[in-house]
């Protein structure tokens, strides 16, 4: 493949100075290169510790599309954490108003659909929302009434770094109103746990336990 230094400049620019993640279609098409050349040097600037990749939602039905964005030079970072700081003094304050703009953010799903009667299964459930607004699923575990569900890409993983407790909240309040509004047996009889890697890397673990089991370890 035929490539320059300042070819690979010019990707690592637009990468850096855009305010939200790049996939390789929109860098093939914004220089005016080949969308196999846009992702040879967008690998080798996650390589050269330069890029992250991560995922964003599908603009249509199946997998998320692999975005990236520029290592430690987010131009929002300091008024995002400006505004997180308002949420509360306490870990468990800026978690339950975290968990309140959780169920908000799930009420802007349009095709939940209307509530029903019948019980759907959990993980399908929230593994299709999950998946909707571009979380990577990496494995379901079900055991004994408890559903232990890995996700890989969070794109709420900056947060994650330097505030677990509103990543948490987040999650929890919007996988909370999401069985409720598929049914609100799903609602009443599953407890929601969230646990997102605490050094910051794209590991989140959701937890679906039965209320009456919700003491009980995962079998593995």
Not at 93 to 118: H, I, N, Q
Request: with cysteine.
């Amino acid at each position: 493949m035929v490539s320059t230094p300042r070819q690979r400049d010019r990707v690592f620019a637009l990468v850096r100075d855009s305010l939200e993640p790049l996939d390789a279609p929109v860098v093939s098409q914004a220089l005016g290169i080949h969308i196999t050349t846009a992702r040879f040097h967008l690998n080798a600037l996650i390589d050269a510790g330069q890029v992250e990749g991560t995922w964003l939602p599908s603009e249509t039905v199946g997998r998320p599309r692999k975005g990236y964005v520029a290592v430690g030079t987010d131009p929002t970072a300091p008024v995002l954490a400006a505004l997180l700081a308002q949420l509360g003094d306490t870990t468990e304050a800026r978690r339950a108003k975290a968990a309140a703009a959780g169920r908000m953010w799930a009420d802007t799903l349009t095709d939940v659909g209307e509530p029903t009667t019948d019980l759907p299964d959990p993980v399908t459930v929230v593994t299709t929302t999950l998946t909707r607004l571009g979380f990577q699923v990496s494995s379901a575990v079900s055991s004994f009434g408890t559903h232990e569900i890995q996700m890989c890409n969070c794109p709420l993983r900056r947060i994650a770094r330097d505030a677990p407790e509103i990543v948490i909240g987040l999650q929890q309040g919007m996988i909370e109103r999401i069985l409720e509004r598929h049914s609100p047996a799903l609602a009443s009889q599953f407890a929601v746990e969230v646990r997102p890697d605490t050094s910051g890397d794209c590991g989140v673990t959701l937890r679906l336990s039965t209320r009456s089991t919700q003491s009980a370890p995962l079998a593995r």
